[in-house]
């Protein structure tokens, strides 16, 4: 039987804003360690002639940062939308399915997009849900 | 044991109050047995869920062990609505018992 601090800690789990608060910082986490390994990539280090090795390693340094910080932002609000769109539904539905995550992932991939027009909404919204679908089930096979 | 601390009921005696308490508590137990057999089953066991999805697996095996949030909202609405139907239920039976059924 659980304890008393299972179940609280369970119920402070099963709050919605606290759950996609966390998805957003994992988000952002992962977007940081990502625009660092893409900003590392894109960038390498050439020898220029005009600027010294220390000058260059600056300007390398503050391109990936710059990456990383956008990428972290991008990432931490499609973490906070999808997990807080899935918390929603599901408690809305008052079940545990697979359609909680493929309409999470609709809206999330909707809302990314959505600045570029209805149709790349609509783009986003199916891409997006296919992906958090095989996400899903893929987590669910091996765990 | 203290004497008379509640007094019962005029026409009362105490093994009557007994046997009123005995049932009242089996009423008890037995709704409670029968509410959480009704709401689990119909929101924690995947054997008789109706989804309009296949079912992944078929029997009683379960993923985690903690209630999911789904789960978890509706067995809430689950133990609210039989303890209304249950209240309504008997205010009628109560209201229905003065005249002849």
Known sequence: MPTVEEMRAQEVWNNCAIRSAFSGVVGGGLGIFMGFLLGALDNPLMHDPDMSAKKQFIFTAKQMGSRSWSNCKTFALMGLVFSAAECVIEKARAKHDVTNTAVAGCVTGGAMSARAGPQAACYGCAGFAAFSVLIEKFIDRHS | MAANNSPLPAGVTKEQAFGMAETEMEYRVELFNRLSQTCFSK?????????????????????????????????????????????????????????PM
């Open chain 2, 43 to 99: 929101c924690v066991d995947k054997r008789h869920v109706s989804s309009g999805l296949h079912l992944y697996f078929y029997g009683s095996r379960y993923k985690e062990s903690e209630l999911n949030m789904g789960e978890n909202s509706c067995i809430d609405r689950c133990v609210s609505k039989y303890w209304l139907v249950n209240g309504l239920v008997g205010q009628m039976l109560s209201a229905g018992g003065q005249r």
